[in-house]
């Protein structure tokens, strides 16, 4: 099973394909999509769009898991990043994929087994469920790694 995991975001959009075999957990691809605050609004959109349409295409995951928004005290950051989650949802849709959306509490929870985790907790987790050499950087990629951790393991949201 190969899914993908995204932690979306207008300035950065982590994703991590990850693939289970029986128990055993691999890193496929991952990285960060980044967008500069002076291109206008729409086109950081395209971009984030595009980008995560080819990783569809080229590794064909079979589900996708997206990092639900949690509420910020910076309204204008809450609906740039609602903005990008969506052009997230649309590109898993349009390829026919099924989305599964995770708060940042049940990621914790699924990948250190404690809901509070640190950033730094999660990074050193994903680092080692997913046998990487080196922490995974910034904190979008582990966290959008992490999403797909929930995901192979089954792991659904809460409604």
């Known amino acids: 099973m190969i899914v993908l995991g995204v932690d979306p975001g207008t300035a950065r959009t982590g994703y991590g394909i990850v693939e289970r075999d029986g128990s055993r957990l691999r890193a496929i691809d991952y990285g960060c999509f980044e967008t500069l605050s002076t291109t206008p609004a729409a086109e950081r959109l395209m971009h984030i769009h595009q980008a995560i349409s080819e990783l569809i295409a080229e590794h064909h995951p079979s589900q996708v898991g997206v990092e639900r928004l949690f509420f910020n005290k910076n309204v204008q950051t809450a609906f740039a990043v609602g903005q990008a989650r969506g052009v997230v949802l649309l590109a898993?849709?349009?390829?026919?994929?099924?989305v599964f959306e995770y708060g940042p509490h049940e990621v914790k929870i699924a990948v250190t087994g404690y809901g509070r985790a640190q950033k730094d907790q999660v990074q050193r987790m994903v680092q080692t469920l997913l046998g990487l050499p080196e922490?995974?950087?910034?904190?979008?990629?582990?966290?959008?790694?992490?999403?797909?951790i929930c995901l192979v393991h089954g792991l659904r949201p809460a409604a």
């Open 135 to 148: 922490l995974p950087r910034p904190d979008d990629i582990a966290d959008a790694l992490a999403v797909a």
């Open 92 to 98: 898993a849709a349009q390829a026919g994929l099924p």
